[in-house]
Each structure stands twice: as C-alpha cells, then as structure tokens.
C-alpha cells in the first residue's frame, strides 16, 4: 500500500440492529488505526445466524453512517447466510477487492492478534493430519464447530483450542485465514470486546449483546433497549415479524416439500443425512419451532438447520454456490456521507469490482456476478414480502443508497 494516501479502515458487520456496542467499535477501531475513514461490508436482508434482520438493510446503512461509518456496501446474500468460513470468505474479498483498505478492524474475546493469527495460519495450511482429525470427529457424529475444535486441540493444543469456542474469536480466525488464502495487503488488528457477551440474555451494561437487544425489541421492551443505542437513534422495528423465521414456514414447507431427497441432498448447505431429517420434520411440522425441533440433532445445530432451510427456499444448490463463487463479485453501495464519497471515488480508481449504487442503471455484465446480484435482489423482495408486505415499494430497485451529507 502507499503510506502517503490516507489510511482506510474496513469493518465487517450485520449492525443488527446498530447499538453502542457499535460505536464503541467505531472509535476504537479509528484509534487503533489511525485511519481517516472507514467502510463497512454489512449484511443485507438476511445474517449470518440463518435469520432475517431486525431491520432492512438500507435503514442499518443509514443507521451506521449517522453514527460514524463513512460507506457501507452490503455483503451479497451468498455469503451472508452462510458459515463463518464463507461469510468471512466474501467480506475479505470484497475489502481487498476495494484496492485502498489498509487495515482490518475486529473485537475478539482474545484481544490479542497473536495468538488468533497463529491458529488462521494453522486452519489456512489444513495439515494432512489435522483433515484425518476433522473426518474422524464428523465420523463420530459431531457437529463441523465441535469436530473443528477437536482437531485442532489435538495438534495444537487445548489453548489454542479454546479461541474455536467464542463466536467473536471464531470470525476474527475466519477473517485473518482468508486474508492468509488470498494474500491480502490488509493488517488486521483488534482489540477485546467489552460489555455483555453475544449470547447474554440479560443485558447489565451500556453495552449489550446483539441476541440480548433484539430479545427486548422483539419483546416490546423499547424503553429499556433505548438505553443500549447511540443518542437519537431510532428504536425499531415496525413489525414483531423481523428477526423471525415464523413467516417463513408456509413457504420454506412448500420449497421443501416439493423437492425430492435428491435434490434437497444438493442444497449448499446440506450434507449426509440432512435432507432425509428434514423430510421426516416435514411430516406434521405445524410450524416453524416444529420443523426446526424435528431437524436438529447433536450433528446438526440449530444456526445450521436455519441457513439449510433458507438455502433451500431460495434454491442455493451446491452446484450454484461454486459457480458464482467462482466469480468476481461487485460492490453494492447501501449508504455513504461526504468522506464516503471520497472513498468511493477511490474504489472507482484503484478497485477491481464495479460499483453499483442504482439498479436501474448499473448491473454486472452478464453471468455469474449478475446471477448472484439476483439473488440479493430476491431475498430483499421475499424479506418485506412476509415480514411487511412491502413487495414492490421496498423492491431494491426503488430503493438508492442514503447520502448523509453533501459529497463534493
């Protein structure tokens, strides 16, 4: 990188919804690394946990840049729901695809960048014996994060191990392996996340985990969840349907129910066995808790039952997911402010992926990348289709990225 051009600092995020947690983020990642602006990829309309967002993506982008993000571009849906390998696969690439992100900012329950680097090292090379390890732990029914975690305490040891347990940790690995794969330019730094952790169910502190906030939102408890968000930022959402998968029981039994095992087998996210479970829930499943309850077992989590079930409405086979993996994605811009803008005249220069701020005028040329662009538009139409049936008034092609402020 050019040490004379300004530093640039990149975020991966969901800001579902954005709390101060978020903020602090912000300010420390500005003060560890001394950047003058700072882009994040978000998810869009569906995360990484196999959910639909609290709020739509274009409403957290503008939420982020009110609060000191300089531009937020959306990681496509291929890669938003999806695993941590694979949801930090497509963040990577986009920053380093980005040409100007110099530095990579994550909290960790680690807190130090040493010892998460040498376990990404270590999952980047996949050592022939740490493979055998991870196949024999699948054999004895264990779930891909306990096989993983394994493996790895087998040949690293229990220390190192122990960073495979913590969510926070899980991704800074994930992100660090893929900078490792793809030999990015970009430093990752990070610093230990404060507050209540991601999974806390009673938020005690300013700072409140992202599960516990959306438990008060979604409990009515608005007031009380006021408390752990930015000064004037909005409480939402409009709907208790967010954040649920309840609306999409008719429609995932329906996309399920209509495939045969064989094609249910070819699902992305399938793997042995899945699609046979699936099937047997379906016989009497009156909801989507039912359907769910009736597919998990100790080998297949909840979070991954859920990803399976959306993979499987949208039609996200394994053959489909290589192939537009294989390809160059693009930038989609979802809110920007003056410094934004800056930014992304940058990108425009010395990026390697085109940008895409209206649809009505900017697509990627014909294939893959246009392919997994209609995959996103898809998933935001379905999301305000059951959460509020807002069909074609939030269709993304009415929708334009918010501008905060002038850009010049």
């Known amino acids: 990188m050019n040490d004379e051009k300004p530093k640039v600092a990149g975020i991966v995020a969901e800001y579902n919804p954005f709390h ?5 983020h912000l300010e420390k990642t500005k003060a560890l690394t001394g950047a ?31 609060n000191g993000v300089d531009l937020v571009v959306e990681l496509p849906f291929l890669y938003a729901c999806n695993s941590a390998e694979y949801f930090a696969k497509g963040a990577m690439r986009l920053l380093s695809a980005m040409g100007c992100v110099t530095q990579l900012s994550f909290g960790s329950e680690a807190g130090e960048i040493a ?3 040498n376990v990404a090292a270590f999952l980047a090379e996949e050592p022939e014996a740490f493979r055998e390890a991870l196949h024999g732990a699948s054999k004895r029914g264990r779930s891909f994060p306990a096989a993983r975690f394994e493996a790895t305490a087998d040949l690293l040891g229990a220390a190192q191990a122990e960073l495979l347990r913590q969510p926070n940790n899980i991704l800074a690995i994930e992100y660090i392996k893929q900078l490792i794969l793809i030999r990015s330019e970009i430093t990752p730094v990070t610093f230990k996340r404060r507050g209540a952790g991601y999974f806390d169910a009673a938020p005690g502190a300013k700072i409140a985990g992202a599960s516990a906030l959306r438990t008060l939102l979604l409990a009515g408890k608005r007031a009380e969840a006021g408390a752990y ?73 909840e979070t991954r039952i859920r990803r399976f079930l959306l993979h499987v409405l949208f039609g996200l086979t394994k053959e489909k997911f290589r192939r537009l993996d294989a390809a160059p994605p693009y930038l989609r811009v979802l809110a920007l402010n003056r410094a934004g803008g800056g930014l992304l005249r940058r990108i425009r220069k010395e990026g390697r992926l085109p940008v895409i701020t209206n649809l009505n005028k900017q697509r990627p040329e014909p294939g893959a990348a246009e392919e997994m662009l209609e995959l996103d538009i898809l998933a935001a ?6 959460c509020d049936g807002r069909f074609g008034a939030a269709s993304d092609f009415r929708r334009h990225p918010a501008i905060l402020s002038q850009i010049q």
């Open 229 to 301: 968000l930015p000064a004037g930022e909005a409480v939402r959402p409009r709907s208790d349907a967010y954040a649920s998968l309840d609306p999409y029981f008719t429609a995932i039994a329906c996309a399920a129910g209509t495939k045969s095992r064989e094609e249910l087998r070819e699902i992305f996210s399938a793997s042995e066995g899945l699609e046979n479970r699936l099937k047997r829930a379906l016989d009497g499943a009156k909801d989507m808790e039912s359907l769910i309850a009736g597919t998990k077992s100790r080998r297949y989590t």
């Open 36 to 66: 003058a602006v700072c882009v994040a990829v978000m998810s869009g309309d569906f995360v990484q946990r196999g959910e639909p967002a609290l709020i739509d993506k274009w409403e957290r982008a503008e939420a982020a840049v009110e």
């Open 115 to 117: 010892p998460l680097q």
């Open 381 to 386: 139409d379905v999301y305000h289709l059951l």
């Open 20 to 24: 101060n947690g978020h903020l602090y």
